[in-house]
């Protein structure tokens, strides 16, 4: 086959995404389109028309035409076959099948044309190959992503600190009986500017020892930091947020990578004991109820950094009613830890080890039991005439959780085009290219323990399974909690930081 043109356009004749295959002049494209409604009106229903020097294979797309421009030559049955693949490219690009809609994504739809057709001759690519080639998912994309994000955070912490060191020096200075320095005012002679210069640059000289940058940056942002990323080019950065000002909204794609990593983020003021208690979930449920494994594992992680705080003690609240199984360090003393709940090391003249972080109590949950699902969900999906109705319904059986940033990922059928999404608590996201529906909710807890999702598409029951569910939470599943942490010697309280996060290896609904 020979395809000279692949277009979109109206019933009249109009072009609204035309790809010229072959050497041909706009002004031929548009002849050609303007005489092919004409033709139709000879009284014949076909998929096809000819002409002297062309052949027209179209399929009506609702107020809209696909239309092929070929070769008489050409194999009409290839033709069709081409027609067909494009016009199942369509939905995947465009919610409805419009003029505007068509005129927005018309660069989507060429870029996808264009892995379709080359020179006139069809590719041998599904629709499948067509969604991979154009996404072009980028890892370097992604990495300059988020070194531009931590370059943002750092420079807006920077801003802060040297705001509040600006605020310091000026009430360090109304204290002394010296006129404060300040940022406006025209008014002033040159003998008071330079004056209140000279006062900021003498109370802000004491201060520079603590500028280093190793304060600064916040941790865990060195690695990324290493990419290639010179200092200069973060000082104009920052000059540049200081010229538009602190509050600087920050890119929906830059953030969606750190969203995607559902990673709490750690307590700002860590002290020399640090304590993390860390739960991760895999469960599978099926859709027509009933759990068919749910795995529970836990880990409390203590980390020393000064070497006085060594020889200490760990006091546990153990509440947990779920069963869970604990198992303690071998160093650690698990006679001590049976009868008091008490973290020690068996031999209480050494200390716990200097900067590591060291797993001092793990513990783990393997059930069946439906009552310990956290979060149940339920999906209704029934055929109507015009394809699926899907009701889909969440409910918070644990009411001591709080779960953050839920994500309930649904598949549904590709090429389509859009759900029509009818009552929803939250807010939804449809991704045509990788054919999934996400219903996302900030928070889920005892005041907003239930909601649901309405939404109509072209499909099977089947096609919507298995839906996926992540989210975050600062509250332990298990009721495992630190109560304090004391001297060896003394027993006197020592102070200690702690982070807890349970988050979602894998839930499935089957």
């Known amino acids: 086959m020979v395809l000279l043109a692949a277009a979109i356009c109206t019933k009249a004749g109009k072009?609204?995404?035309?790809?010229?295959?072959?050497?041909?002049?706009?002004?031929?494209?548009?002849?050609?389109?303007?005489?092919f409604p004409k033709l139709m009106n000879t009284g014949k229903q076909h998929t096809f028309v000819e002409t002297d020097s062309v052949r027209y294979v179209y399929q009506p797309l609702e107020k809209l035409y696909m239309v092929l421009i070929t070769t008489k030559n050409s194999n009409i049955l290839e033709d069709l076959e081409t027609l067909r693949l494009f016009s199942r490219v369509i939905p995947e690009y465009c919610r409805v099948l419009e003029e505007s809609e068509i005129s927005e994504h018309c660069f989507d739809l060429i870029f996808a044309f264009d892995e379709i057709?080359?020179?006139?001759?069809?590719?041998?690519?599904?629709?499948?190959?067509?969604?991979?080639f154009t996404e072009m998912d980028s890892h370097e994309e992604k990495v300059f992503r988020a070194v531009r994000e931590t370059q943002e955070r750092e420079a807006k912490a920077e801003m802060k600190r040297k705001s509040k060191e600006l605020q310091r020096a000026r009430q360090d200075a109304e204290r002394a009986g010296r006129k404060s320095p300040g940022f406006g005012g025209f008014g002033n002679s040159g003998m008071s500017s330079y004056t209140s210069a000279t006062i900021i640059t003498d109370t802000i000289e004491p201060e520079k020892?603590?500028?280093?940058?190793?304060?600064?940056?916040?941790?865990g942002s060195n690695k990324a930091l290493k990419l290639g990323v010179k200092g200069k080019e973060v000082d104009n950065f920052v000059d540049k947020l200081k010229s538009e000002g602190e509050n600087m909204v920050t890119s929906s794609a830059g953030r969606k990578a750190s969203e995607a990593s559902k990673v709490l983020q750690p307590p700002v003021n860590i002290e020399s004991v640090h304590l993390r208690v860390e739960e991760k979930m895999s469960l599978t449920c099926g859709r027509d109820g009933g759990l068919q494994n749910m795995e529970v594992l836990g880990m409390i992680t203590l980390r020393v950094t000064d070497e006085k705080n060594g020889r200490i003690s760990i006091l546990l609240n153990n509440n947990d009613k779920k069963g869970a199984q604990l198992q303690t360090h071998p160093h650690v003393d698990k006679k001590l830890f049976t009868t008091e709940s008490l973290l020690g090391l068996k031999n209480q003249d050494k200390s716990f080890p200097l900067n590591s972080d060291l797993g001092v109590l793990k513990w783990r949950i393997q059930s069946t039991d439906e009552s310990l699902i956290?979060?149940?969900?339920?999906?209704w999906p029934s055929e109507s005439g015009s394809g699926c109705d899907v009701n889909i319904e969440y409910e918070l059986q644990d009411e001591g959780l709080e779960l953050n940033d839920v994500i309930i990922t649904i598949p549904v059928p590709s090429g389509v085009g859009a759900p029509v999404v009818g009552d929803l608590d939250g807010q939804y996201k449809h991704d045509s290219r990788k054919n999934f529906l996400e219903w996302s909710l900030p928070v889920i807890d005892e005041k907003n323990k239930s909601g649901s999702l309405e939404f109509s598409i072209d499909g099977k029951p089947n096609d919507f399974f298995p839906i996926n569910v992540s989210f975050v939470s600062k509250r332990n599943f298990c009721d495992i909690q630190i109560a304090?942490?004391?001297?060896?010697?003394g027993g006197s309280p020592v102070k200690f930081s702690l982070e807890t996060s349970f988050v979602v290896d894998k839930y499935e609904i089957l």
């Open 15 to 35: 072009a609204i995404v035309s790809r010229q295959f072959v050497e041909m002049t706009r002004t031929r494209v548009e002849g050609l389109l303007a005489a």
């Open 117 to 132: 057709v080359a020179l006139g001759y069809r590719e041998n690519v599904n629709l499948a190959q067509i969604r991979t």
């Open 209 to 219: 020892p603590k500028m280093s940058p190793a304060t600064v940056r916040p941790s």
């Open 374 to 379: 956290p979060l149940t969900i339920n999906c």
């Open 484 to 489: 304090k942490v004391t001297y060896i010697e």
